[in-house]
């Protein structure tokens, strides 16, 4: 379904702990003596999204209401919002009211002396307000269950509220989520106990809420229930140490507290039909009280959601949707273990604006994941699902009962026997409502000679040499033309994807049935791949190009690291899922793109001693792709060739950082021909340049 026009956006951040005195913290780990000055930040990133208003999760401060300290630090909070530019409603926290009832739980308890002292800091511990024609709700979760006169209060309250405002688009704001990873999993530290849970939800769904959001869990997770969509929030001060057994690897610093790329918050778009949740990563930045900061332009969020051309698909190798049983801590949680699915991935997939994912068949044929298939699929995902040869038994049955959550069905077989594969294929698809297209299975035989090494290894996908094989096969009568749409072609480690993919399109001629395959990996599995810069680029060559050939699907076969068995690289996100070089430089690339380019006129290549040059002519001007050799500063990049001397103004944008600066330019008359820039521009990665000049360049 279209979003339609977005009407307005709003904020959401949560945790923000703030202490009583900048660089002071009434805490056993170091890492919360920042949170002052990464909540300064965070409102300096707040101004400049220019949000309608911020919605605050809870856990204002750090000292809860008993601790002698719980003043001075409102007092602190109250000091950093000053410079906040849009309304500020707030959401109670444990924190900030105490915990919920529970003889167990680290901090004393709800009561009504704690609620009189959160009132009088901070105001209302529930309320409801309304925007663009939208209601939201703020409720105190920590009152749920507690006995207390306010709970029947809110209680009465909020199913009046709710039932006065149905049929309005309603946000409801909590501290506790009401579950963490399942409605029915039993009562812990980081969830709503029953009864109030049940009572909670039943509400929701009553009324239709459209979204709600929760903090708490300083981790970000997104669920959907009904027509709900939840999301658990990450802290913009510091990371839950518990939830770092999600990973496969070790912690972070500070045993994972002081993760800093996982910090930050959201920025909602409400449009008119659904909104887009776009999670911006902080990375712990901290604005001390005496510092000014750096007003410089920057791309805007993507999203998989909204992104209106995302063409790069990403090969999910590692569990995209794991589940892990977090160990019972002895801090927060001593007596049971919680379990939790790791959604990094998922927000890690968000903010580069990637819609196509491709997953063996067999979690099609995983319940469980199935289900997650049909959430993401809501939120914009597509699935391409791969087999070797035809499926059998249930995997077959799920293609054929699931086939609405699939985009593409890639058979990966050898090419002995494919027409009466082919038969079968054409068979089992009639009816199907998605694609489908073969990747070649290559046996020894047909491999790349490798000179005396044996290598064990699996290899599929069509050299581009063979299309005029795929060609006669798909111009013959015989069954393979009725059974598959396109076929999957292999740009290996030592081939360049402009080259590779940009003679696919050529040769496709406008045809949008074939699929090209990138590697990360290196073709001998003994050698690893782990420099970021060279990958960065990689990964910025592959993207561009598939913006410029517009009907070529394109696939990159490395979304988290491999940094253990078979073909070691480094990937768009590390082992913890938090974006590397390349997976900023994909979401920088694929917001300054999104949009489309202009009708490509010609494609030219460059290089000199610092950079390689991939250069678009468009009939809007000149859209220039820097791969830099090594990190440094850049004076000049090569033309593939220019005409008369003349200078004028450019957009120079680092992929790295998504900053947008102005850049000055002159072309002399000298050979090589060179871009020369006034100033020299830093380069620590890609680098986009986009100049409105038109008949810049011209074929050699």
């Known amino acids: 379904m279209s979003l339609g026009k977005k009407l307005f956006s709003f ?12 660089g002071k913290a009434s805490s056993d780990f170091a890492v919360n003596r920042l949170a002052n000055a990464r909540n300064r930040y965070v409102i300096h990133a707040l101004n400049r999204a220019k949000p309608a208003f911020t919605l605050h999760l809870g856990d204002i401060v750090h000292p809860t209401p008993h601790h002698p300290g719980f003043a001075d630090a409102a007092r602190s909070f109250h000091a950093l919002a000053a410079a906040l530019e849009c309304p500020l409603h707030l959401t109670p926290g ?5 915990d919920k009832p ?10 009504d002396e704690y609620l009189a002292i959160y009132e009088r800091h901070f105001g209302k511990p529930y309320y409801a307000f309304d925007s663009h024609g939208c209601h939201f709700v703020v409720i105190n979760a920590q009152a749920l269950n507690s006995g207390l006169p306010c709970e029947a209060e809110q209680r009465a309250w909020l199913e009046s509220d709710l039932a006065a405002h149905a049929g309005q688009r309603t946000f409801l704001c909590t501290h506790y989520p009401a579950f963490l990873f399942d409605p029915a999993e039993p009562g812990h530290y980081d969830n709503i106990d029953e009864p109030g849970r049940s009572w909670l939800l039943g509400l929701v769904a009553r009324y239709g809420v459209e979204a709600v959001f929760a903090g708490h869990v300083h981790n970000f997770w997104y669920h959907l229930l009904g027509e709900t969509e939840f999301y658990l929030l990450p802290s913009t001060a510091f990371v839950r140490l518990d939830y770092s057994e999600l990973y496969r690897v070790g912690p972070g610093p500070e045993r994972g507290r002081n993760d800093a790329p996982k910090l930050g918050f959201l920025i909602v778009d409400v449009h008119e039909h659904g909104h887009v949740a776009h ?44 589940i892990v049983d977090v160990v019972a801590s002895g801090a927060l949680d001593e ?41 993401l699929k809501r939120a914009g995902a597509r699935f391409t699902v791969y087999s070797h040869n035809l499926p059998a038994g249930s995997l077959r049955q799920s293609l054929l009962d699931h086939a609405h959550l699939v985009d593409a069905w890639e058979v990966i077989a050898p090419m002995a026997g494919i027409e009466a594969l082919a038969a079968q294929v054409a068979d089992l698809r009639r009816g199907l409502p998605f694609a489908v297209r073969h990747s070649k299975l290559r046996r020894p035989e047909d491999r790349l000679h490798h000179g005396d090494r044996a290598r064990h290894v699996i290899e599929h996908g069509f050299y581009l040499a063979e299309r ?4 006669a096969l798909r111009s013959s009568p015989g069954a393979y033309r009725a059974a598959f749409d396109g076929g999957v072609f292999r740009v290996s480690r030592g081939q360049r994807p402009w080259h590779e993919i940009g003679r696919l399109a050529a040769a496709a001629a406008g045809d949008t049935r074939d699929e090209a395959y990138v590697r990360l990996a290196a073709d001998n599995p003994a050698e690893a791949q782990d420099d970021d810069l060279a990958n960065a680029n990689r990964v910025a060559e592959t993207l561009f190009t598939a913006h410029a050939c517009v009907g070529i699907g394109v696939w990159l076969d490395t979304f988290c690291d491999v940094d253990r068995g078979y073909f070691p690289r480094t990937g768009l996100v590390d082992r913890r899922y938090n974006p590397r070089l390349a997976g900023k430089v994909c979401r920088n690339l694929n917001s300054a793109l999104s949009g489309g380019l202009d009708r490509v006129k010609g494609m030219h290549e460059a290089e ?18 820097v791969l830099p050799h090594e990190s440094g500063e850049l004076r000049s990049i090569t033309l593939h060739r220019a005409g008369t001397a003349r200078s004028g103004p450019a957009k120079w944008i680092d992929l790295a950082s998504g900053t947008i600066t102005a850049a000055s330019w002159r072309v002399g008359e000298s050979e090589p021909p060179a871009l020369n820039f006034e100033e ?11 100049l409105k000049e038109s008949g810049f360049l011209s074929p050699a």
């Open 94 to 98: 444990n924190h900030d009211v105490g």
């Open 608 to 625: 000199s001693r610092s950079a390689r040059t991939l250069i678009l002519e468009t009939s809007d001007g000149v859209v220039a792709l």
């Open 335 to 375: 007596f049971s273990r919680k379990r939790a699915r790791n959604d990094d991935p998922l927000m890690a997939l968000w903010e580069m604006g990637i819609q196509r994912l491709r997953v063996p068949l067999a979690d099609l044929d995983d319940a469980r994941l199935r289900e997650r298939m049909r959430v």
């Open 102 to 111: 529970g003889d167990w739980l680290p901090v004393p308890s709800v009561s």
């Open 279 to 322: 999670p911006l990563r902080t990375q712990g930045a901290c604005l001390g009280p005496d510092e000014k900061p750096q007003d410089v332009e920057t791309l805007p969020p993507v999203h998989s959601r909204s992104v209106s051309r995302s063409p790069l698909g990403i090969d999910l190798r590692h569990p995209w949707a794991e």
């Open 680 to 690: 020299p521009r830093p380069c620590t990665g890609p680098a986009l340049v986009i």
């Open 11 to 22: 904020a959401v951040i949560a945790d923000t702990h703030v202490n009583q005195e900048e």
């Open 468 to 471: 005029e094989q795929v060609e």
